[in-house]
């Protein structure tokens, strides 16, 4: 190799190493391999060299070019997994540790059916209403046409609260009627409202837990009928268990704020749990038209409106389309039940295909 090229091997190796970062290094390869890099205008100048001397000078130079090339590209190499080390290091990272599992939330199953069931309602025009969860005697019993002493309180096994004064003592609410209540005596009618919430009963076995939760609607509006009560029910009914031709049936009852009263049942076979098919009846809600004493608590005048209300279980609905048979690991907070029947927050639902 002649002086000129030994020169610049031993320039650009000693500029690569005293390169401390990238941006140096880069100097370095344009300065050198660059349009205007010393390596490309000794190329050039391959025009100027005699004939004789051509294919020694030719072959130096392209030994030169890989030679460099390669330095180069090494100390790009060594710069940057310096760079990794010193952010390694930095950033006290052990690249060498396993990567952690990656835990996903999963949907509890109440969440995503009171989720279902606030969509189906919800596209029927109806808004949601929340209320306490300790309320007066007067709205979870009296104004609901439960007066004192009547037999619907004893057979709820209410949780009392110590009394203030001369109060009847407050109550944890045994249905979510008192919301309603409360609605009917702040809203105006016409009104469509459903309440989702926690309700407590002293009561707790398999199929009873001391705190639940339960929905409600109600629908005040002129000219109401048992007809509209019948089919707002049968298509909830039908969207909420995916069958559109779903057997619902109505059949008459008793409760003290609504009449006349009447309980949902659907198809089902008892004997596989199978919905919709067989020839069983299983009780799924307890429905009816607003007595007018409850309008009438509420500043509502019976004769100009009417409504119609309902009330179901949720854990129960929730069972019945899942296939979940004990009440109790609801509230259990057991993760692998919830892994079991918890829901993917971001698989499709049967909501997407509208309701
Ligand atoms: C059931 C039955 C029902 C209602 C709840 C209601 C509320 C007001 C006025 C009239 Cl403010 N009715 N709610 C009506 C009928 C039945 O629930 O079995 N629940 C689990």
Same mark, same amino acid.
């Given at each position: ?21 990238? $941006? #140096?290094?880069?100097?370095? %390869? /344009? +300065?050198?391999? @660059?349009?205007?890099?010393? *390596?490309?205008?000794?190329? =050039? ?35 940057? $997994? #310096?760079?990794?080390?010193? %952010? /390694? +290091?930095?950033? @006290?990272?052990?690249?060498? *540790?396993?990567?952690?599992? =990656? ?42 046409? /439960? ?209």
């Amino acid at each position: 190799m002649t002086d000129d090229l030994q020169a610049l091997q031993a320039e650009t190796d000693a500029a690569l190493a005293a390169a401390t970062d990238l $941006r #140096a290094w880069d100097a370095i %390869r /344009i +300065a050198v391999l @660059g349009r205007n890099g010393k *390596l490309t205008a000794l190329l =050039r100048d391959m025009g100027k060299i005699p004939a004789d001397q051509k294919r020694e000078r030719g072959a130096a130079l392209n030994r030169l070019k890989e030679a460099l090339t390669d330095a180069i590209e090494a100390r790009r190499r060594a710069l940057e $997994r #310096a760079q990794l080390d010193a %952010r /390694i +290091a930095a950033e @006290g990272i052990d690249p060498t *540790l396993p990567p952690r599992p =990656r835990e996903t939330g999963l949907i509890h199953p109440i969440s995503r059916t009171i989720e279902e069931i606030a969509a189906i309602f919800g596209a029927m025009g109806c808004t949601i209403a929340e209320g306490p969860d300790v309320e007066s005697d007067w709205y979870n019993f009296t104004a609901l046409n /439960i007066p004192p002493h009547h037999p619907a309180r004893a057979d709820q096994d209410t949780f009392y609260l110590p009394a203030q004064g001369n109060l009847p003592p407050p109550v944890l609410r045994t249905q979510t009627s008192p919301v309603q209540i409360r609605t009917m005596l702040t809203q105006p009618p016409p009104i469509r409202v459903i309440v989702i919430g926690r309700t407590y009963r002293a009561d707790h076995d398999a199929t009873h837990s001391p705190m639940f939760h339960q929905c409600e609607g109600l629908v005040i509006d002129r000219d109401l009928t048992l007809g509209h009560l019948k089919g707002c029910l049968i298509d909830f009914l039908r969207s909420f268990f995916g069958q559109p031709e779903l057997p619902v049936r109505f059949r008459s009852s008793y409760f003290p704020f609504t009449e006349p009263s009447m309980e949902v049942d659907i198809g089902w076979n008892r004997r596989s749990g199978e919905l919709g098919k067989g020839d069983d009846w299983l009780e799924i809600l307890g429905s009816g038209m607003v007595h007018p004493r409850v309008l009438a608590n509420c500043g509502i005048d019976p004769r100009e409106w009417q409504g119609f209300a309902w009330g179901m279980g949720v854990e129960r609905v929730a069972m019945l389309k899942h296939g979940i048979t004990d009440l109790r690991p609801f509230f259990e907070s057991d993760i692998r039940w919830l892994r079991h029947y918890g829901f993917n927050p971001l698989a499709p639902t049967m909501l997407h295909e509208g309701v």
